[in-house]
């Protein structure tokens, strides 16, 4: 539900022919201490007990240090899903 969170900033999902390209862009103010990205056939990836994989246990993932952004390229086969999540460093006011 976007109506109860805040806009930090942007992630662009670019498709190529054998290949995906994510990139994490910071409004200003904000900056990133890690980032995780799932690319895969299934919709959501899932445990062996059937329950959703938390983002940190993504297969794709960053430890940054207050980087404003970042960026994976992926190969792939065929159509696939995208999950990108980040841990926001917000500013102090």
Not at 62 to 84: E, F, K, Q
């Amino acid at each position: 539900d976007l109506s109860k969170g805040t806009r930090v900033g942007t992630a662009t999902v670019a498709y190529g022919t054998q290949s995906v390209t994510v990139t994490y862009q910071m409004d200003a103010g904000y900056t990133l201490d890690e980032t995780h990205l799932y690319i895969g056939s299934a919709p959501v990836p899932l445990t062996r007990n059937q329950t959703p994989v938390a983002p940190g246990k993504y297969p794709y993932k960053h430890d940054l240090a207050r980087a404003t952004s970042d960026s994976y390229t992926v190969s792939i086969t065929g159509p696939n899903y995208v999950i990108a999540h980040a841990v926001v460093v917000m500013p102090i006011n």
